[in-house]
């Protein structure tokens, strides 16, 4: 059974950089056809997609983010990583780690870490 | 746009049929998925592509798709299904996007 586990400080300080592991563990991140992604959710609202990753290294980002974001991946240790810059208030939240399945018009998040809520604070 | 527009909630009355739906243009080109999210839970896939349900999911759950417009259908509402739905899919540009949510609230 595959198990995503994200990890990283549960506080960070306004100005600073976010920085967040996800540990895939009963599958290998090498696999073909799976994207392997970050998704947030801030207090009370909604899903926000951050970005995603193919074990190759191609990436795909929401504009939103994008200039603040960086997603990485680590073969050797089957692991995948996010890190965003100059964090605020308004970037509390749970962040979840998400496998996704991809192929031309279909796909689907078919396996989700439990998440690691995020506080920005001083 | 790469925006999904969803009804913020949805009410059904125990054993009946819920429609949610979910709008923007990208579901004219891209299937959807969609999520079931419990308070404090991660969210779940019950439905994707044109209609699947991945294994342990009841058949109450359906998915259609008309035009721009993507819908998950529950028939037989149970109190257990009342939760938050999101619809997921991609943009031309291969960005992934959420939508806003629905609450369903099962009466």
């Known amino acids: 059974q595959l198990q995503l586990q994200e990890s990283g400080p549960g506080l960070v300080k306004p100005s600073e950089t976010l920085s967040l592991t996800c540990t895939v563990s009963?599958?290998?991140?090498?696999?073909?056809?799976?994207?392997w992604g970050w998704i947030r959710q801030p207090p009370g609202k909604g899903l926000e997609w951050i970005a995603n990753?193919?074990?190759?290294?191609?990436?795909y980002y929401n504009p939103s983010l994008k200039s603040r974001v960086t997603i990485s991946v680590d073969t050797s240790k089957n692991q995948f990583s996010l890190k965003l810059s100059s964090v605020t208030a308004a970037d509390t939240a749970v962040y979840y780690c998400?496998?996704?399945?991809?192929?031309?018009?279909?796909?689907?998040?078919?396996?989700w870490g439990h998440g690691t809520l995020v506080t920005v604070s001083s | 746009s790469s925006e999904l527009t969803q009804d913020p909630a949805v009410s059904v009355a125990l054993g009946q049929t819920a429609r949610i739906t979910c709008q923007g243009d990208?579901?004219?080109?891209?299937?959807a998925s969609w999520y079931q999210q419990k308070p404090g839970q991660a969210p779940v896939l019950v439905i994707y592509?044109?209609?699947n349900r991945p294994s342990g999911i009841p058949d109450r759950f359906s998915g259609s798709s008309s035009g721009n417009t993507v819908s998950l259908t529950i028939t037989g509402a149970q109190a257990e299904d009342e939760a938050d739905y999101y619809c997921?899919?991609?943009?031309?540009?291969?960005?992934?996007?959420f939508g806003g949510g629905t609450k369903l609230t099962v009466l």
């Open positions: 009963g599958g290998s991140i090498t696999s073909s056809s799976y994207y």
């Open positions: 997921n899919s991609r943009d031309s540009t291969g960005n992934r996007v």
């Open positions: 592509g044109k209609n």
């Open positions: 990208s579901l004219r080109s891209y299937y």
């Open positions: 990753i193919y074990y190759s290294g191609s990436t």
């Open positions: 998400a496998r996704e399945f991809s192929v031309t018009t279909e796909r689907k998040f078919d396996y």
